[in-house]
């Protein structure tokens, strides 16, 4: 299995609601890691996580919490969102070194009303 | 940090012609150079990498090339197809138990039938 899967594809919520973004990879790597992506820009690193500790938490405010329950799985815990978080949530993994290639999930479409 | 700077921002080529993407990366400890191709509403798909220990990378229709000493890395694609239209990022990094890749803006690419 070479692919990371995200569920769900699209997510409309409200701002006063929680929902969870869920990402598993079955490759055997030791990096997960979530990106923000908004319309015609690169990916905005979010967290990464290695050995299922957070290694990289890039300033993301707190109604973004982010999980890894086990090496397969990454959550994303969401909660209070405001409008301008609508955008595509990516979830990638990679191996580690010497290979470092970042594989990526086909994302979340979200949209906070 | 890293900062990548890529250009053309877009592109537009005639199918059969060569599309040239050039980037530039700031700091000369990264050593880990991939390539993203994402398709319109789609995850972004690595098409090719290069390490800082070679110069150039070739598969099929797509090649890289890495100069070190002025920090620039190319993305070369030969007889341009209509399936290659999409939005290429070139990104930077430092190989390390985790990654922080740094993602230049972006080239649209259309290729003309």
């Known amino acids: 299995d070479t692919e990371v899967t995200q569920t769900p594809k699209h997510l409309v919520m409200g701002m006063t609601n929680k929902k969870s973004l869920k990402c598993e990879q079955h490759m055997g790597h030791r990096a997960m890691y979530w990106y923000k992506q908004k319309a015609k820009k690169p990916p905005e690193l979010m967290f990464v996580?290695?050995?299922?500790?957070?290694?990289i938490n890039e300033s993301v405010p707190s109604r973004f919490s982010p999980e890894c329950p086990n090496s397969s799985l990454l959550n994303l815990h969401l909660h209070a969102l405001q409008p301008e978080d609508s955008a595509l949530y990516l979830c990638?993994?990679?191996?580690?070194?010497?290979?470092?290639?970042?594989?990526f999930g086909p994302g979340t479409r979200l949209t906070v009303l | 940090g890293e900062n990548v700077e890529q250009h053309p921002s877009t592109l537009s080529v005639q199918e059969g012609d060569s599309a040239v993407i050039k980037c530039t990366y700031s700091d000369s400890a990264s050593n880990y150079f991939p390539w993203y191709k994402q398709e319109l509403g789609k995850r972004p798909q690595l098409i090719i990498d290069?390490?800082?220990?070679?110069g150039e990378k070739k598969d099929q229709r797509i090649a890289v090339t890495l100069n070190k000493t002025a920090k620039h890395f190319s993305l070369h694609i030969t007889e341009t197809q209509p399936e290659d239209s999409a939005v290429y990022f070139c990104?930077?990094?430092?190989?390390?138990?985790?990654?922080?890749?740094?993602f230049g803006i972006g080239t649209k690419l259309q290729v003309i039938p």
């Open positions: 290069i390490r800082s220990n070679v």
């Open positions: 990104a930077a990094t430092v190989s390390g138990g985790y990654q922080k890749v740094t």
């Open positions: 996580y290695s050995y299922e500790k957070l290694s």
């Open positions: 990638a993994s990679s191996q580690g070194p010497p290979t470092d290639t970042q594989y």
